[in-house]
RNA sequence: GCCGAGGUAGCCUAGCUGGUUGGGGCGCCUGACUCAUAAUCAGGAGGUCGGGGGUUCGAAUCCCCCCCUCGGCACCA
């Protein structure tokens, strides 16, 4: 028996194609494994606890129950609108899941891996509350920029442990915070390290995951693992903590593996606890971190069994620009895919097909036309459609007692390659076999003219009709995992029971197969419709269309602007920060002083072009240092696809003229 | 700068434990065919395998140096 695992959507968004870049090729993959005969458990569900669904069901007037519920359907029904099919989709609010985290919490403890610490956090007097995660702003301690409380997200990135957030301020009421000490668990990762070498060097998956992983190994740090929040698993012994999303989160794939278990009548221990199952986690690259660190860290130290492979896929770019919500380069599932009427087994064949599982896949309009038209309808829908059709105008009922030796042996390397690309996750292999085997097809019906043999010589051409059958058959078959909409539309149309069938039935051979009259499988993507996909997405490029993950900032007051002191500045003299990449340090005259400012221009302006230059100066900003350069103030720019655009004056005017 | 992934014809890509003329696909050109969703089939043009050096009888493949792209971090105030 295998479990296979999809990592959890978070519930406070919609499906995008970046989840089903890692979705799709999960179901492809168990879709296949039950084909070769084996046993598989495949469980999802959402991932409903944390502070952003906190804040965001707030900031709606939700409670994070009603927020959850949304995205919970909204994730279930993208799932069966696009076949991929969870024994079990749970969700990580529900009783059970409570009841695994805790039990597992709890064995931790007992097991010594917890141990409690006192720690300053940010506490709102106002609110009366301790501001966990995202509840705070403040400034983060290593670049001193504007941060949340668990991640510096706009300047370093840094994840940012409980506590560490300086000048903290309440996001929700924004008052000013302060430090308050009290008492947090920590999980002893560090004692793990050893264990986990040993571990990452023995784990399987796609080099992409374990290459990082053992990189972030060398460095671990003990893991604080309570927070203050009432939604989500309550810590034991302590009522006012919950247990860190992160904890909870992946025991997911324990509590649903109990619930699938329930439902198929198998025993969930044996998978979890006596491992005598193969785990494979399916992830995305961002994800890696806590699916090879804490993950098996956790379930070592609570005597569950370990994953033994961690399978991550590649990151997805749309037209070729990197993946962003905020820019405009998404493709939601349901609003741009689904509704657009388009066929689920369409998108999967391009996310199976475009390129290896762990390489960057890159979605385009136009190459989803050509993919579609070319390769799905044009060689594979040809190939079924012009042989069916043939078969039952010309027969009706085909003997297959003289099915051609080359068809069968062209069949069996196709599934031997199938095999061998399953095992290595390489799913493009896996479909590339089938197309191959569909232009075979093509080739050997064009060669072989049943179409004339049908007025000379009727008995060859129902030799001709049975073996491309036979082909046709294998065809459908081991398409079926990646297409399996249109695949089962085919099977009835041969007789086939798909849902039955093993990739081995694909050389087995019927004694006689009678024919309905067979659908156009595929429909075409004309030209106007590809205009229409494209008009939306480059709308979104331009900005026209208004975001909806609130990308639109708070209203200010006049007082609050007139508390920046924006000046026009000349620039003196420019030069690059010595042993940096991105940062010029730049003297600019502002009227009554010469300022030193550092700014990260350096990939689109060269110090020198920058000489003598009027710009927008922001000058009473609290200084900060870079690479050990004093930066006192910043120049304002516009930023177009990452890279900086200076903000000059119309005409001339003095330095230190201000800004209003 | 560090770490990771890459750089193969206009575009996408296989090969990368070294060995006959570097495979596919899209697009392009020519022809054939008409059972099939103007689908299919045959043929063709198109390559300094990022650059340079080295190891070898032999390198896209191994070693060294450099360049470029992407992602992450250091530093984008």
């Known amino acids: 028996m295998k479990l296979v695992t999809c990592g959890l959507p978070y519930a406070n968004g919609k499906a995008h194609i970046g989840h089903l870049r890692t979705y799709v090729p999960a ?46 359907e909204h994730f279930k029904k993208i799932f069966a609108e696009l076949d991929i099919e969870f024994d079990y989709y749970g969700r990580t609010d529900a009783e059970y899941h409570h009841h695994r985290t805790k039990e597992i919490v709890k064995r931790l403890i007992e097991k010594g891996y917890v141990y409690p610490k006192d720690i300053d956090l940010a506490y709102c007097p106002k609110c009366e509350r301790f501001l966990p995660d995202r509840y705070v702003e403040g400034i983060c301690p290593y670049c001193g920029a504007t941060a949340r409380g668990d991640e510096c997200d706009q300047g370093c990135g840094r994840h940012l442990e409980p506590g560490e957030i300086k000048e903290p301020k309440c996001k929700i009421c924004g008052s000013k915070a302060e430090f308050r000490s009290q008492k947090h668990y920590f999980f002893k990762l560090t004692e793990f390290k050893d264990f986990l070498e040993d571990y ?108 033994s492979a961690v399978v991550a896929s590649g990151m997805v770019k749309v037209e070729g620009k990197t993946f962003s919500k905020s820019r405009g380069y998404v493709v939601w599932v349901e609003d741009d895919y689904l509704k657009a009427g388009l066929s689920p087994d369409y998108l999967r064949y391009y996310i199976v097909n475009y390129t290896s599982h762990q390489k960057d896949l890159n979605f385009s309009w136009e190459v989803f036309r050509d993919k579609v038209n070319n390769e799905i309808i044009a060689t594979l829908g040809n190939f079924l459609y012009r042989v069916l059709l043939f078969a039952w105008k010309n027969f009706g009922e085909v003997k297959m007692d003289d099915v051609d030796g080359e068809i069968l042996q062209k069949i069996s390397e196709a599934k031997e390659k199938i095999e061998n690309a399953i095992e ?21 019906f064009q ?96 900005g026209e269309e208004v975001g909806e993950v609130g990308d639109t900032k708070e209203e200010i007051t006049i007082e609050d602007f007139q508390r920046l002191d924006i000046r026009i500045g000349k620039i003196v003299s420019a030069e690059k920060v010595k042993g940096s990449k991105k940062l010029i340090k730049l003297i600019i005259d502002i009227g009554d002083e010469h300022r030193q400012i550092v700014s990260g221009i350096a990939e689109d302006y060269k110090p020198e072009e920058l000489e003598g230059k009027l710009v927008v100066v922001l000058a009473n900003l609290k200084p900060a240092k870079f690479m050990g350069v004093e930066s006192r103030g910043m120049i304002l720019a516009a930023e177009k696809d990452g890279k900086a655009i200076l903000l000059t004056l119309e005409k001339d005017v003095e330095p230190g003229t201000r800004v209003c």
């Not at 459908?476 to 069938?501: H, Q, T």
């Open 27 to 72: 179901d492809v993959y168990v879709r296949y494994l039950r084909m070769l005969g084996e046993d598989v458990v495949f469980v999802c569900g959402s991932d409903c606890h944390g502070t952003p669904i906190v804040v965001n069901a707030e900031q709606q007037g939700l409670t994070p129950k009603q927020l959850v519920d949304i995205y919970h």
């Open 447 to 542: 060669n072989a003219k049943p179409w004339e043999l049908i007025k000379t010589d009727k008995e060859v051409a129902g030799r001709v009709v049975a073996s491309c059958l036979q082909l046709a058959k294998a065809l459908i078959i081991f398409a079926y995992p990646v297409m399996p909409r249109s695949m089962a539309k085919m099977a009835e149309a041969v007789g086939l029971d798909i849902k039955a069938c093993k990739l081995e039935d694909a050389v087995k051979v019927d004694e006689v197969v009678s024919l309905k009259k067979p659908q156009v499988p595929f429909e075409k993507i004309e030209d106007e419709k590809l205009d229409e996909l494209q008009e939306i997405m480059e709308k979104r490029f331009r």
């Open 424 to 444: 290595e996750w390489e799913f493009k292999v896996t479909s590339d076999a089938f197309m191959e085997l569909a232009t075979f097809g093509n080739v050997y």
């Open 200 to 307: 990452l060097s023995k784990l399987r998956g796609t080099e992409n995951a374990l290459n990082y992983a053992k990189n972030w190994v060398k460095n671990l740090r003990d893991w604080c693992i309570t927070r203050n929040l009432e939604w989500g698993v309550s810590f034991p012994g302590e009522e006012n903590l919950v247990v860190y999303v992160w904890v909870d989160a992946p025991i997911g794939y324990i509590s649903f593996t109990e619930k699938a278990c329930e439902n198929k009548g198998c025993d969930w221990k044996e998978i979890w606890i006596h491992g005598s199952c193969e785990i494979i986690h399916f992830i995305g690259l961002d994800i890696v971190y806590h699916h090879c660190i804490f993950w098996p860290a956790m379930l070592k130290g609570a005597d569950y069994a370990l994953p």
